[in-house]
């Protein structure tokens, strides 16, 4: 023991550390410092969720020799933890635990799991947890004749006496039961105290028997062809299960303005895709819990994302106002609500929070990819886009950010193309050809090697070769300009008749054969165009804000969304879809939309940052802009081909996920195009 | 036009006064002085709701001279709203209207009624109206694709530009409506605004196309014989009907404790009371709008009060917990909550307000009654007793307030008592025994003579003469303990059979036959018992409150209810069921629980006032309090009989709703009363 009575106390693995006087707990010397620890129980040593080691040693650096002996003696409150509950060797719990000289202290590595990192952004963020939702373990005093306050009045003032919450709202649908669940307690309960209803005072939304150790949270992204759902537990911020399913809302219509029409044309349209998007809602939920062994009362928050859409279907709002111009949403702000109000089987307090819409075209999806990529977080000029049936494009930095949607039809999904089929076994993903023979190999979904090597037709005789899908679409138009068998104009070059049989006549135009199997497949001069139109629009798009930002190049790009995930960017950038970039800064970032409603799950700091942000957005709507259809029509140009990709045939079985080292391996040839880019603009 | 830029201003019949400068909108005068003046347009000329009339001629008192002159020539937007509304002569808008010289203005009244004045209370106090909804008409910016904020998003902008509303919060419901609502009205809505939900910031409950000029609230007294409902416009603070039906309830249980044991009975006995009152509650609701010609869509919030097992049915809470000690409120807090949460078929977004409960035995009426009456409110002790089942008692005064409940049972309903019967015609409802032949004369309710006038045997013979009703139970006993038929023991004397053959022999006792017609009433010694008991019990219940309060006398006396509305407050003290008191401060305050709730809607500083008025009260359980067993011992006896009521046979005729001025029209019996009261105390 030293003399002086102040200690120097180390937190790892943050960092932060601070001088306190013998005999603070641990837990006290944390939060001081704002060194996140969990506790569910408020320090009664019963809910185990405030767990440390002692390191000890010198450690030099700091000045700090950390001994056993520099902590309190293991108190009969951890010992009643550690025989009713367990508790491993070293552990201790810093709710009892005091500092009696110098100590390091780490918060092992699942408590840490707690406070940070779901996934680390390339930027070296870490998102720290604070959910709408806190979990209060109190014990409540009696009934008492001489004052007779009320059963629910108690529980406040025990709210207020361990926890500080003053002046707490209830939820109504409490009151029946209150009740039941103290005397099932015996006067100790968990109250769930959410804070971010609006701008409300905090309420109790949901109370427990006893001590409640776990809370989950459900962030969910509605998309039109997919909705995709996570459970994540609001405790440790891991994503427990994941689950998917088709939109069921594709049987009123394959794409956004066909349902618009459906409820345009049917009275109980609008409720009939409703309710169908909620029935799948609640499938999933029920997925995720069997999954998880997760009870749905247990869930207490949940965040939704959609493109407008999906956002108004979902909200029971009537779509119609934007099927057309002014494109008016009837809500654009974040919605706060209620879960039983959308119909979700959940717990009856759970918190429905909706991101906000940027447009009428730009969604609650793209306000989530915008908070998970952040262009408002740095200086340097990002390009986010997320493509769909619209290209969902945001643009710039903490200074100045602008949206706007593109209207590139459903061709990049596959849909307009001959030969374009879903991604499912069979279907072609990867192709090369040759710009000397015009002879194609390719990969199919399903089979590990290339066309061309040995083995290939046994394995690929189980599904045969069926089609192309979405993402290899664009490989294939871009190899074909590559080998010359279309040009600039995207007119496939009939005089390429005589040198190869892959160029065949059709009609008044060409084509060529992709593969010749069991099912013929050809890429029509027609399919060609319809790329063109959709990487036009997706590149106009791009250039309005680009001009609206007054850059001529952009620093980075996060591609979102499946399309984003499957292409490779530097085909993308050979058929000019998107503009000149360092291929290094290139990412694909998968359902950016679907981490973005996590972060909102996980952290209400994350909902005001978007909320402020898309305030700040400037939202470019391309039908009003004059320079729209200059930029459309000159992109509708491949670009110019000063260089074909060195070491081509190399760049082989790329990952799904697509990792920025790989994205980065050929810096010549992005120095190439954009030289190109710049020449074109 | 006087050269001084500022005019002097009095308003009537408010009587403020101030300086204000030349153009200055008479409105906002008005608003500066706190003299209330409606608005829902804003200001635009088109509710209509802030007419004013200008005085004219010389008003020497305040040195004025008010002259047309002194005022803006009508202007276009007054004669645009002459035109289309009809504005009485010289009537003008004070939102348009300026002031060019001295004036003195008039606030008419049906625009005062807007103000102030439901009823008068005895101290002179005037009710201000504030309730908790503001109707708020708003032109919003029509859809624009350069700026694409929500529709709703923009009705907050307007709301926030005209009525300076920041971040509203807005009711979920709202928003699949919120589209066509704002084109039907072309852009111009009237939002309305509720500002009382439990400490959320004000939200936006409903919305209405154009101008909407007219919301309505429901206040209403669930009681456990009789339901009463008064629907009122919160705009004009007047009720513009009223309406009362019994409790559904009876059928499952006659009293509270048996409605209790039903509970504990029947799996589903608490969901069939709540049902059963919603309904009767919907059907009220129904009446009262046929009547006033009022859809049920424009009431925007609701005030309930009633006794806490009431209070708990209406809640859907189990009342089982309230049964037995210690008598465990689920809520004792005011609640605040959403009309369709509780199956009320009014506005979806309307509000409910329920007031707070004082203890598990004294509820939410009791404080309505405490709310209406102000003992909290004045220097002197005021004694509010509300009598049912169990007798409520309120005493105190701003320095400090108890409260109790004591057990009287039902006698003074009439229901332990031989011949008791309901108020209807033919129940005997005024008694008078002459004390030297022992005759009675009646009153029965439907004859308006008395039984020993001409004429009554005809009048009374369509009925018959068939029960004593409640109140009367009381004065005849009175009666005859004056008359000395009953000792001060409370027992009928046998020996003046001998004197009258009104006394018979009944078994080992004696009954007195107050009345030979088809049927014999007779009052037994066992009736006589059981008003003793319940006498007993409710003095002992106040005396046991004045005793904490330290006090010998009370200053004065409300009596609340159906009983306190029928009784003659000179019999209750000749009986001893409440203390001394100047019979001029005693008073009959009828349903002043009722009143009480629409305090409660009509200004939402009263919900405040009452919420920190119980916190404050001092709740006695009088099961728990050892005096309380000797005082009700003591209580038994009659009081000492120091001088009967002179000119008694003159205290005749006297109305069904007492006023302060004729429960006086006797001093000196008050007097002798008073010195009996302390004689025994």
Redesign the interface.
């Known amino acids: 023991m030293t003399e002086n009575p102040d200690h120097l106390v180390l937190f790892m693995p943050s960092g932060k550390r601070g001088r306190f006087t013998k005999g603070t707990q641990i837990i006290d010397a944390a939060r001081e410092l704002g060194v996140y620890v969990e506790s569910v129980c408020g320090g009664r040593g019963i809910c185990g969720r405030c767990q440390i080691d002692i390191q000890t040693g010198e450690f030099a650096k700091h000045g700090i020799t950390s001994t056993l002996e520099n902590i309190s003696e293991f108190s009969g409150k951890e010992k009643r933890y550690a025989e009713k509950r367990e508790l491993k060797d070293g552990r201790r719990l810093s709710c009892s635990a005091t500092i009696e000289g110098d100590l390091v202290v780490d918060i092992p590595q699942e408590g840490q799991a707690n406070a940070a990192v779901v996934r680390k952004v390339d930027d070296g963020r870490v998102i720290e947890r604070n959910p709408a939702i806190q979990l209060c373990y109190v014990e409540v005093e009696?009934?008492?004749?001489?004052?007779?306050?009320?059963?629910?009045?108690r529980l406040?003032v025990a709210l207020e006496r361990d926890w500080g919450w003053e002046?707490l709202?209830?939820d109504?649908?409490l009151?029946?039961d209150?009740?039941?669940i103290l005397r099932d307690g015996e006067w100790k309960v968990t109250a769930v105290v959410h804070k971010d209803m609006?701008?409300?005072?905090p309420s109790i939304v949901a109370l427990f028997p006893g001590l409640k150790n776990q809370a989950y949270g459900i962030a969910c992204d509605i998309g039109s062809t997919t909705i995709a759902m996570h459970l994540v537990s609001l405790l440790s911020g891991q994503t427990i299960a994941s689950s998917g399913t088709p939109n069921p809302q594709i049987r009123f219509g394959e794409d956004l303005m066909s349902r618009v029409s459906y409820v345009m044309m049917n009275p109980d349209g609008r409720e009939a895709m409703t309710i169908a998007v909620r029935n799948a809602l609640n499938n999933l939920i029920e997925n995720v819990c069997t999954e998880a062994k997760v009870e749905p009362k247990d869930i207490l928050d949940l965040v939704f994302v959609g493109n407008p859409i999906m956002h108004h279907l979902f909200?029971?709002?009537?779509p119609t106002?934007l099927g057309g111009?002014?494109?008016?949403?009837?809500?654009?702000?974040a919605?706060?609500?209620?879960a039983p109000?959308l119909d979700l089987t959940v717990n009856r307090g759970a918190r429905v929070y909706v991101l906000p819409?940027?447009?009428?075209h730009v969604g609650a999806d793209a306000a989530a990819v915008t908070l998970c990529e952040g262009p408002h977080r740095q200086d340097s000029q990002m390009l986010v886009v997320d493509v769909g049936t619209n290209a969902e494009i945001v643009l710039g930095n903490a200074q100045h950010t602008v949206a706007a949607s593109s209207p590139t039809g459903p061709a990049f999904e596959g849909a307009e193309i001959s030969c374009g089929q879903r991604a499912a076994p069979g279907a072609i993903e990867r192709v090369r050809i040759d710009p000397d023979t015009l002879e194609p190999k390719v990969k199919v979904i399903g089979v590990d090697m290339w066309s061309d090597e040995e083995g290939f037709e046994a394995a690929s005789s189980v599904t045969g070769v069926t089609g192309v899908c979405g993402s290899a679409i664009i490989e294939v138009i871009a190899e074909m300009y590559l080998s010359g068998i279309i040009s600039e104009d995207g007119v496939v070059d009939g005089t390429l008749a005589a040198k190869s049989n892959r160029i065949v006549e059709d009609g008044r135009t060409f084509s060529y054969v992709l593969w010749r199997g069991e099912q013929e497949l050809k890429i029509t001069q027609t399919d060609v165009r319809a790329i063109q139109l959709a990487k036009a629009a997706l590149y106009a798009g791009i250039k309005l804000l680009m001009d609206k930002q007054g850059i001529e190049k952009v620093d980075s790009i996060s591609f979102a969304g499946a399309f984003g995930t499957f292409i490779d960017p530097k085909y993308a950038m050979v058929l000019g879809l998107i503009p000149d970039c360092d291929l290094e800064k290139v990412n694909a970032v998968g359902n950016a939309a679907g981490y973005g409603a996590k972060m909102a799950l996980l952290n209400r700091d994350f909902r005001r940052e978007i909320e402020d942000t898309v305030t700040r957005i400037e939202?470019i709507?391309t039908?009003?802009e004059p320079d729209f259809q200059a930029h459309f029509v000159n992109a509708m140009a491949m670009p110019n081909k000063v260089d074909p990709f060195p070491k081509l045939g190399e760049v082989v079985n790329l990952p799904q996920k697509k990792a920025p080292s790989e994205a980065n391996s050929d810096d010549a040839a992005s120095g190439g195009r954009r030289r190109r880019r710049r020449a074109r603009s």
Chains 1, 2 share one sequence.
Do not use: Y
Not at 142 to 153: F, N, V, Y
Not at 198 to 201: I, L, P, Q
């Open positions: 009696e009934p008492d004749m001489h004052k007779p306050l009320g059963d629910l009045d406040k002046d709202m209830v109504s649908h009151m029946p209150i009740q039941k609006d701008g409300s005072r909200l029971g709002i009537d106002e111009a002014p494109f008016a949403l009837a809500v654009s702000g919605v706060h609500t209620w109000d819409c940027i447009a009428g939202k709507e039908a009003l």
